[in-house]
Nanobody, 123 residues
Framework: QVQLVESGGGLVQSGDSLRLSCAAAGRTFSMYAMGWFRQAPGKEREFVVTISWSGGSTYYADSVKGRFTISRDNAQNTVYLQMNSLKPEDTAVYYC????????????????WGQGTQVTVSS
């Protein structure tokens, strides 16, 4: 069992940066790939980025490629999402997830989810 807690969300202006953190409780954190997903009001949850258990492989949604960077610190049981050049269309609740054996875009592969953190980008 893994518990996830996201933090770092907030209200920013277009072009600003934010860094989200996802802290995991559970000894198996380093065994799993991690993912970030987001859900905007009235829309389905969408994939943002994923990272393998080692951190050696990452995959980004086209909408965030070049602006967002994922990283993980297995010693600290934490994954980070650095978000730069934020746009109003990035406004959403951001969720971290784990429990997937490999880095994947499919939300069904992730067993454990955090409660989400709100990111709001004003124009």
């Amino acid at each position: 069992q893994v518990q996830l807690v996201e933090s770092g969300g907030g209200l920013v202006q277009s072009g600003d940066s934010l860094r989200l953190s996802c802290a995991a409780a559970g000894r198996t954190f380093s065994m799993y790939a991690m993912g970030w997903f987001r859900q905007a009001p009235g829309k389905e949850r969408e994939f943002v980025v994923t990272i393998s258990w080692s951190g050696g492989s990452t995959y980004y949604a086209d909408s965030v490629k070049g602006r967002f960077t994922i990283s993980r610190d297995n010693a600290q049981n934490t994954v980070y999402l650095q978000m730069n050049s934020l746009k109003p269309e990035d406004t959403a609740v951001y969720y971290c997830a784990t429990g997937a054996r490999t880095a994947t875009v499919s939300p069904q592969a992730y067993k454990y989810w955090g409660q989400g953190t709100q990111v709001t980008v004003s124009s």
